[in-house]
């Protein structure tokens, strides 16, 4: 592996009382993420750190499966849900074993229900919250904001993702990049997937313009990622109002859009680009308190809530008769100088006087970008 990587992380290993989190990305299965995690975790052991494999998983690859030897893997926890026998990762044994660094694939994964986190990444919360130094990897189609551009662009939805906010919490994040042509030769020797499934692969998801897709998402992820460990990118003057480019980012959130998290994950991403903070803000006007909403529009505000949470955003809750002011006010008294909208469903007319929620907001957001989103009605659904 190539000089200091493993050097660098041991820097922040010996650094703070909080566990240090170090990250691989891949664009796709087979680039080489588990590989390289048990690379380091040999080189971190000759230098005399206290290495753990926490879960990893070798998809039967041979490669990867001898990388194995010579390594202390925690056992792992075995549970029958649905009458089928399961392993996860032993939370509570890595913690009692408390190693320097601990190994952690697939992050992505959603636990059995008989666990005490929903998400394995959210396992690896805990151990960083212990003090335990991870190294982890995923797939960049797991991250939770770009599960709309993925649907619109490759026709994937994925099911298990990671908030974008796990991600900007990481110490160091490496993509693992490869040539798409060298991804098929690996598929095609039969080193990602078995023989019988290789066909399919090259025909569904292993399709060189998605792969191409992916690619390109990887190495702007973990560039943005350079850009915020960095601190390339000026910010200045935070707490005053930023006109053009260079605000804060804020996204109106209504008691129960249809396409909510679509506005949330554009957000999410704004934010990153921007290298900002954002806030999503809903206002609670007399005729929507709590008591007058029905419980589906109240418990789809609360998903809301929550996903905006997850991807990293402050959220705030108004009250006022009128929503349009009282969010261009909250943006001008925190230095907002974006504010991403879904396009209104008001009556025709509403929009032909100028009362409409967006066109409102763009008539008198002056000094504030405003992003009005459409929504395009989603592509037939496939599974990766």
């Not at 994937?156 to 693992?176: C, G, H, W, Y």
Request: aromatic content about 6%; hydrophobic content about 40%; proline content about 4%.
């Amino acid at each position: 592996m190539p000089r200091g990587r493993a050097e660098d992380f041991l820097e922040l290993v010996e650094r703070g009382r909080r566990g240090r989190l170090k990250l691989y990305i891949g664009f796709a299965a087979g680039v080489g993420k588990t590989y390289r995690m048990l690379e380091e975790a040999h080189a971190l052991r000759k230098r005399g750190v206290d290495v753990v494999l926490g879960f990893v998983e070798t998809h039967g690859r041979a490669e990867t499966q001898a990388l194995i030897e010579g390594l202390e893997g925690v056992p792992r926890a075995v549970f029958t849900y649905r009458d089928v026998s399961v392993e996860e990762m032993d939370l509570d044994r890595v913690l009692a074993r408390k190693p320097q660094v601990v190994v952690v694939d697939e992050l992505a994964h959603s636990n059995v229900p008989l666990c005490r986190h929903r998400k394995r990444y959210q396992d690896v919360e805990e151990l960083l919250a212990a003090g335990i130094n991870v190294i982890g990897a995923f797939n960049v189609q797991h991250l939770e904001s770009l599960n709309d551009l993925l649907e619109r662009n490759i026709g994937v939805r994925v099911r298990e993702t990671i908030p974008d906010s796990f991600l900007k919490s990481a110490d160091q994040v490496v993509n693992l990049d490869l040539a798409v042509e060298d991804l098929h030769e690996r598929l095609r020797a039969g080193k990602i997937y078995a023989a019988d499934k290789v066909s399919g692969a090259l025909e569904s998801f292993f399709r060189q313009d998605n792969l191409s897709t992916l690619r390109e998402l990887a190495l702007r992820e973990v560039a943005e990622s350079l850009d915020r460990a960095t601190g390339t990118r000026a910010r200045t003057g935070e707490d005053s109002p930023k006109p053009g480019g260079w605000g804060r980012l804020m996204v109106a959130l209504s008691s129960n859009p249809p396409h909510a998290a679509t506005l949330l994950r554009r957000g999410s991403r704004m934010a990153g680009r921007l290298n900002t903070d954002w806030f999503v803000v809903y206002v609670e006007t007399p005729r929507e308190a709590p008591h007058l909403i029905d419980a589906e529009a109240q418990r789809h505000l609360l998903t809301n809530i929550e996903l905006a949470r997850e991807l990293g955003a402050e959220v705030v809750r108004l009250k006022s008769e009128d929503p349009v002011g009282a969010l261009l006010d909250f943006a001008r008294s925190h230095g907002v100088g974006h504010i991403i909208v879904g396009r209104s469903r008001q009556p025709w007319w509403r929009r032909m006087l100028g009362l409409a929620s967006d066109v409102r907001l763009l008539r008198e957001g002056d000094g504030i970008d405003i992003h009005v989103v459409s929504f395009h009605p989603p592509r037939e659904e496939r599974r990766p």
